[in-house]
C-alpha cells in the first residue's frame, strides 16, 4: 500500500519532471507529456485527499468503539480447550513412505578379468550333421 509520504514525494518528482517538459521544444509530444504530468498530479492530489477521509473515518470508529466500550460492560468469555487432532495409524509401508524416503544404496560391482576360453581346433562340419540325424534317430 502506498502511504502518504510516498504520494508527497512522486508529486514532487512530477511536478519537478514537468519543469523540465516545458523547456524542450514545442510539439505535440511536448503537450502529450505535459498532459501526462497534469494528469499525474491530480491523482497525487486525489490519492492524498483519499487517504486523509480514510484516517478521520478511523478516528471517528476508535472514539466509537471507546465510548461503547466504557459504557457496556465486558462479558465474561469462557475459553474452549485446544483438542489435538486425532492422526490415524496408517498402515507400515505408507507411514514410512511418507516420512521417511527410503535410500537406494548403489554399489559398484567388483570386475573380474573374463578368461577367454581357449579356441579349440575347428571340428569338421560331417560330425555336427551326424549328431542332428542322431538326434531325430532318437525320437523316432
Same mark, same amino acid.
Given at each position: 500500500?502506498?502511504?502518504? $509520504? ?14 523540465? +517538459? ?43 468503539? *471507546? ?10 468469555? $469462557? ?6 487432532? +486425532? *492422526? ?17 544404496? $548403489?554399489?559398484?560391482?567388483?570386475? *573380474?578379468? +573374463? ?6 581346433? *575347428? ?5 555336427? +550333421? ?11
Amino acid at each position: 500500500m502506498i502511504g502518504k $509520504t510516498q504520494i508527497k514525494q512522486q508529486e514532487e518528482a512530477i511536478k519537478y519532471l514537468r519543469e523540465l +517538459v516545458l523547456q524542450a521544444e514545442d510539439g505535440d509530444s511536448k503537450q502529450a507529456a505535459l498532459d501526462y504530468c497534469d494528469g499525474c498530479l491530480t491523482a497525487c492530489k486525489l490519492g492524498l485527499e483519499v487517504l486523509a477521509k480514510q484516517e478521520e473515518s478511523k478516528k471517528a470508529d476508535a472514539k466509537d468503539t *471507546e465510548t461503547t466500550a466504557e459504557t457496556k460492560p465486558k462479558k465474561r468469555t $469462557t475459553r474452549k480447550k485446544k483438542t489435538e487432532p +486425532v *492422526e490415524e495409524p496408517a498402515t507400515a509401508p505408507e507411514a514410512t513412505a511418507e516420512t521417511k524416503p527410503k535410500k537406494r544404496t $548403489t554399489r559398484k560391482k567388483k570386475t *573380474e578379468p +573374463v578368461e577367454e576360453p581357449a579356441t579349440a581346433p *575347428e571340428a569338421p562340419a560331417e560330425p555336427e +550333421v551326424a549328431q542332428e540325424t542322431d538326434d531325430f534317430d532318437d525320437l523316432l
